[in-house]
């Protein structure tokens, strides 16, 4: 109960220095309390209510549909800009094959201007029908850099008008790429379109969520995958007054009571930082599985990550190198011996037997979780293969002595039985 009570007072003041940090100024009086809400007003803020509307926050304007209003904002990176070790420029120039390993083969070719890097803020973390995304951000790249337009609803009347927009726009692009938008981003918004009686706009889009790309190469080492977590760790951006994610919706919820519109500045900040987080790292996971054997990874872990992703392909021949690297470049135990015993069944695989039983003997030699399994498959080894019976034995017996199974004592009377078993007299004639 206290640890819950203390995240509640950090929150609070995290959310009082951000009131503080992008309220306007008012004399040197406090400034006024809030009002009740109150209707919007076309021609802008109503006197003496500086700051209350969007639109007098942001640089952008309120579009007008067969539905209603919203509003939208654009931004620009230019080209000469980086996003941590990211350079801005560097995008416009990814291949239009990067993503056909990563979506097994479902994007063989698709130029990246016609990228879509889609991320929305929710009402709500758990999803349903009463959950409602009222900010939608895309974000482009093309020859000028990375451009981010963001379809913000005011209040949940303009949600036609947005979902209506954001549709149209989706229409240039042929890839979709989001993170944990699979499970999340894209469900959501397809019950959305669903509930204003709209055709959800993604179905000529193919759809890669990085998230499992990323899990893949970094989940051994990072103790978490979250895109804010890899924009730190991977591309070094270190984010400043952030608003964390679980406080989103109830700033929306308060916007809606209020109409203090400068409480929205940090989402849409989030928002933006996520979706260039996001375009900057689809600059480089997919290059790993694109060239696994060529991939720049410095840690033993990532290059595990790599080679297991191989494996479950049944792409052995390459992975096995992997393997090996990653052992070499140096693994900590709890990943050194599962990583050792993928190696030799891996060799196995290519009928490398010999190599394999290399690997098995050094995991039998050593404590560790996998020598019950190593000293069986020498068990194993010798009883078919070499017909050493009382080898065999010994093995049997050195696993019963760690982990005394019924399987294990299967094998030792068998075993017993065949060493004890009088071999038949060759008659030379």
Known sequence: ???????????????????????????????????????????????????????????????????????????????????????????????????????????????????????????????????YAFLAGVGSIEPAGFRLRQFFMRDYGEEPSMLHRLAEYLERFDVLITYNGK???????????????????????????LLFGARRLWKLRLESCRLVDLENRILGVEREGDLPGEMIPYVYFEYLRTERAFRLVPIFHHNATDILSLACLTAIVPF??????????????????????????ERYQEALPLLRRAVDMGLPDPLLFPALWEMAAT?????????????ITELAGSPNAFRVRALEALAKHYEHRERNYPMALEMTRSALALADTP????????LKGRKNAPRARRLDL
């Open 1 to 131: 109960m206290e640890d819950i009570q203390e995240q509640l007072a950090a929150l609070r003041r995290q959310i009082a220095r951000i009131d503080r940090k992008f309220a306007a100024p008012s004399g040197n009086g406090p400034g006024p309390a809030p009002g009740p809400p109150f209707a919007r007003q076309s021609g802008g803020a109503l006197p003496g209510r500086p700051g209350r509307f969007i639109e007098e926050m942001l640089s952008g304007e309120v579009v007008r549909t067969p539905h209603g209003e919203h509003f939208e904002t654009e931004k620009l990176w230019e080209r000469h800009r980086r996003h941590g070790s990211v350079d801005i420029s560097d995008l416009p120039e990814l291949p239009e094959d990067l993503l056909e390993q990563l979506s097994a083969g479902a994007i063989p070719r698709a130029h990246p201007t016609r990228w879509a890097f889609l991320d929305t803020e929710t009402t709500g973390l758990a999803g349903g029908t009463g959950t």
């Open 183 to 209: 499970a999340y981003d894209q469900p959501l918004l397809e019950t959305r379109f669903r509930m204003v009686r709209s055709r959800p706009p993604f179905g000529h889009l193919e759809h890669l969520d």
């Open 288 to 313: 790993a599985f694109r060239s696994p054997a060529d991939a720049p990874l410095r840690h033993g872990a990532d290059v595990l990550g790599l080679a297991r992703w191989l494996v479950q392909a």
């Open 347 to 359: 060799q196995r695989r290519l009928g490398r037997a010999e190599e394999a039983l290399a690997v």
């Open 407 to 414: 399987e294990l004592r299967h094998r030792e009377q068998r």
